[in-house]
């Protein structure tokens, strides 16, 4: 009767959004006039605004919604059948590793609070000013207007793939919810803190999952020690203090994978809803997690043929993750449809901007980077703000060196034990992810960010967890017994070398941490302070003393009467509009390399001392954050 019970219950809840999500499609009219404002756009090599996907690929997504929800109907026939599966038992932690983990917390907490009211940088900046700022617009007489930005801004404009749409839906949330705006001269126009809370918060929280998994898969003896290493890594440092989506990642995929175990070893209705939702939010909030969910699901489904004991099992516990599955993406569908579109877009008319050789050097900062949270070249010897591995003493190059043999071998050791281990699916999201994203970077010519390889780091840690949990817990075993259990001298020498490694990783990092934690990485809110004596758009006076300027590397959350250019003629007409204003006129701008290759005839005129002053050279933290500003002499005629 119960079994019955739980069939019909799971066909019923399936047939109704099927059935609810068909009557939406019946009812709704199809966007045939929007379908073809749209065509006749593209056809005419035009740029296409965001909102003119919105109703076609939502009712597109709708169709495929339906799709998708009678799919899930049909699997779940077989889904509500009765399963034996293994209820997995999470131990409780001792007051001992409670208090470890408090104190993590604390630190992780404290490192990174630091940061929260930096000067934005150019990512960043860019979001505030698309999603949180008003939209500014300068008027020919030097005025601003002003108007909201719209919730399907904030939801559906992907015409740049950084907008992290979950997080920024969050963070525009809680700004908008505490952040009084004030009109004095030199009151703020948005709060940095405010904005990168969310990101904070999950930063917090990335600890709590690391350590929940830990328990969830039975190295919970172990995770204090590798939380050591997190919380003193530069990474977390930089990611719970930015307004992106990283730091969502560096708590989701660590909770995804324990609910994952938990999901197929018990086969409980509630382990896979949670799974199904924390798994959408996660690419809600940053899409490129696709390259780890994709070797998550293979691994699931090996999950499932290898633990189920018989056919019809493997058949319902097949059916409940192909129902989860399916309303995960039928979740992402809703929310994410018109942002494939533009995505695609940016693929096609940016391959230029992002194409790049994945050379020798590259790898060397990745791995640096991977362990230290530092690279290893330097981007410039004489910037006071860059850190290197390789401008290091030879006391951070020894240390740098033996925590890197050691964590690479406990690492190689975390792989040999979950593939000897029956749970040996984990390692298909773990090291399949990583080798689709290069793969996928190789074929496409694309040199990435160093910052893109957060998606890997929980899977580095899980590796370093079971690679260290049995050495870790033979020492506990050991200590606990008063010496009797016996120690095999091997594993206490290597349980000591990984200790150490772990003590070194964090030294090494120091110099990275606090680097972060007293600079910003780009002093966008510092350069515009240095151009204008009124700073806040809302007061009468802004823009009335001074023309600003830029032609890279913008800054336009805090100086949105910022003014683009390109070329000569224009920087011209700029001086000259400033002649004729009364006020004076400065250039600020970024990576001055690039600039320099790219804009070589500005520089004439940039470097001549009687055409422009310099005003101030602010250093950043890699090469196109590290900002310019030079004032227009008013006294020369040009």
């Known amino acids: 009767?119960?079994?019955?019970?739980?069939?019909?219950?799971?066909?019923?809840?399936?047939?109704?959004?099927?059935?609810?999500?068909?009557?939406?499609?019946?009812?709704?009219?199809?966007?045939?006039?929007?379908?073809?404002?749209?065509?006749?756009?593209?056809?005419?090599?035009k740029a296409v605004p965001h909102h003119f996907y919105v109703p076609v690929y939502l009712w597109r997504g709708l169709t495929l919604n339906v799709v998708l929800a009678g799919l899930a109907s049909v699997a779940a026939v077989f889904a509500g059948r009765k399963i034996c599966g293994s209820e997995v038992q999470i131990p409780k932690a001792s007051r001992l590793e409670q208090g470890a983990v408090a104190v993590c917390l604390l630190i992780a907490g404290l490192t990174s609070a630091v940061r929260l009211g930096h000067s934005t940088w150019g990512d960043e900046d860019y979001t505030v000013k698309t999603y949180i700022n008003p939209q500014y617009e300068l008027k020919a007489d030097g005025r601003l207007t002003q108007r909201p930005v719209e919730w399907h801004e904030v939801l559906w404009h992907f015409k740049r793939p950084n907008n992290h749409v979950g997080y920024t839906a969050m963070a525009r949330l809680v700004h908008e919810q505490f952040f009084e705006r004030g009109d004095a001269p030199s009151d703020p126009i948005f709060s940095e803190t405010l904005v990168r809370l969310p990101a904070f918060l999950f930063g917090l929280l990335s600890v709590i999952s690391l350590v929940w998994m830990a328990r969830v898969w039975g190295w919970g003896r172990a995770v204090p020690v590798i939380l050591v290493f997190y919380v003193t890594h530069p990474w977390l440092v930089r990611f719970a203090s930015d307004a992106r989506a990283y730091s969502v990642v560096l708590a989701g995929l660590p909770a995804l994978w324990a609910l994952g175990k938990l999901a197929v070893d018990s086969q409980k209705w509630r382990w896979w809803l949670l799974f199904t939702l924390s798994q959408a939010f996660v690419f809600w909030c940053y899409w490129g997690v696709v390259y780890l969910l994709v070797p998550l699901h293979v691994g699931l489904v090996w999950a499932i043929f290898r633990g189920a004991h018989s056919k019809?099992?493997?058949?319902?516990?097949?059916?409940?993750?192909?129902?989860?599955?399916?309303?995960?993406?039928?979740?992402?569908?809703?929310?994410?449809?018109?942002?494939?579109?533009?995505?695609?877009?940016?693929?096609?008319?940016?391959?230029?901007?992002?194409?790049?050789?994945?050379?020798?050097?590259?790898?060397?900062?990745?791995l640096g980077s991977l362990l230290f949270g530092t690279p290893w070249n330097a981007w410039d010897r004489n910037a006071p703000l860059c850190v290197a591995l390789e401008l290091m003493?030879?006391?951070?190059?020894?240390?740098?060196?033996?925590?890197?043999?050691?964590?690479?071998?406990?690492?190689i050791k975390g792989v040999m034990n979950l593939w000897k281990s029956s749970e040996r699916w984990i390692l298909v999201p773990i090291l399949g992810g990583p080798a689709l994203f290069f793969a996928h970077m190789s074929i496409s010519g694309i040199k990435p960010y160093h910052w893109y390889l957060t998606l890997f780091f929980p899977g580095f840690l899980v590796l370093l967890l079971a690679g260290l949990s049995p050495f870790v817990n033979a020492l506990v075993s050991f200590l606990t017994s008063g010496g009797k259990s016996g120690l095999v001298p091997l594993r206490a020498l290597a349980s000591g070398f990984l200790l150490m490694a772990i003590g070194l990783a964090a030294f090494v990092a120091r110099p990275?941490?606090?680097?972060?934690?007293?600079?910003?990485?780009?002093?966008?809110?510092?350069?515009?302070?240095?151009?204008?004596?009124?700073?806040?758009?809302?007061?009468?006076?802004?823009?009335?003393?001074?023309?600003?300027?830029?032609?890279?590397?913008?800054?336009?959350?805090?100086?949105?009467?910022?003014?683009?250019?390109?070329?000569?003629?224009?920087?011209?007409?700029?001086?000259?509009s400033a002649h004729s204003s009364g006020r004076e006129l400065y250039v600020n701008f970024s990576s001055r390399a690039f600039c320099e290759a790219h804009y070589p005839e500005l520089f004439t005129w940039f470097d001549d001392p009687a055409r422009f002053q310099h005003v101030a050279t602010l250093p950043g933290q890699f090469d196109a954050a590290t900002r310019e500003v030079v004032r227009a002499i008013r006294t020369v005629a040009h």
């Open 312 to 366: 019809p099992d493997r058949a319902t516990a097949l059916s409940r993750w192909f129902i989860s599955a399916t309303l995960s993406a039928g979740i992402i569908v809703l929310l994410m449809a018109p942002n494939l579109p533009q995505l695609l877009d940016f693929i096609r008319t940016s391959t230029d901007k992002i194409q790049g050789g994945m050379d020798l050097a590259w790898w060397e900062d990745a």
């Open 393 to 411: 003493d030879w006391r951070n190059t020894l240390s740098a060196g033996m925590a890197a043999v050691v964590l690479g071998l406990a690492s």
């Open 1 to 45: 009767m119960l079994n019955r019970l739980r069939s019909n219950l799971c066909l019923a809840v399936c047939l109704s959004l099927f059935l609810a999500l068909l009557t939406a499609w019946v009812v709704i009219d199809r966007p045939e006039k929007a379908e073809k404002r749209l065509s006749e756009r593209i056809l005419s090599g």
């Open 512 to 576: 990275m941490r606090e680097i972060l934690q007293k600079h910003p990485i780009e002093a966008c809110r510092e350069s515009v302070a240095l151009t204008r004596k009124v700073t806040n758009p809302r007061h009468p006076d802004f823009n009335k003393d001074s023309i600003t300027a830029g032609f890279t590397m913008f800054t336009e959350a805090y100086d949105p009467a910022m003014v683009r250019f390109q070329t000569l003629s224009e920087l011209k007409a700029l001086i000259q």
